[in-house]
Nanobody
Framework: QVHLVESGGGLVQPGGSLRLSCAAS????????IGWFREAPGKEREGVSC????????YYAEFVEGRFTISRDNGKNTVYLQMNNLKFEDTAVYFC?????????????????WGQGTQVTVSS
């Protein structure tokens, strides 16, 4: 089965950085786009970023553009989300996801597999 395991969350001050990791197993990692969603208290889940499998094209939500960077290491079956200049409003549970497609359909992203999530808290 598809298995996605996030790590790297934690508590950070505003302006700080964290790097999330997503370790994948149970499928041919190289063949599929992988993304990140987040869910903040009292809010709906929202797409954060995605990286395609075919050419590594990346996509970002406007609210993280220029601050977050997604990357993948196919040799390690791992996707990373480098988060810089974190803000209070970035506080959320971050989920690694895939819709089992080669390319990111970020404007209509509908993941079919989710990890368990990792908590990111931005607080002073």
């Amino acid at each position: 089965q598809v298995h996605l395991v996030e790590s790297g969350g934690g508590l950070v001050q505003p302006g700080g950085s964290l790097r999330l990791s997503c370790a994948a197993s149970g499928f041919t990692f190289d063949d599929y786009a992988i993304g990140w969603f987040r869910e903040a208290p009292g809010k709906e889940r929202e797409g954060v970023s995605c990286i395609s499998s075919s050419d590594g094209t990346t996509y970002y939500a406007e609210f993280v553009e220029g601050r977050f960077t997604i990357s993948r290491d196919n040799g390690k079956n791992t996707v990373y989300l480098q988060m810089n200049n974190l803000k209070f409003e970035d506080t959320a549970v971050y989920f690694c996801v895939t819709d089992l497609q080669k390319d990111c359909n970020f404007n209509a992203y509908d993941p079919v597999r989710w990890g368990q999530g990792t908590q990111v808290t931005v607080s002073s």
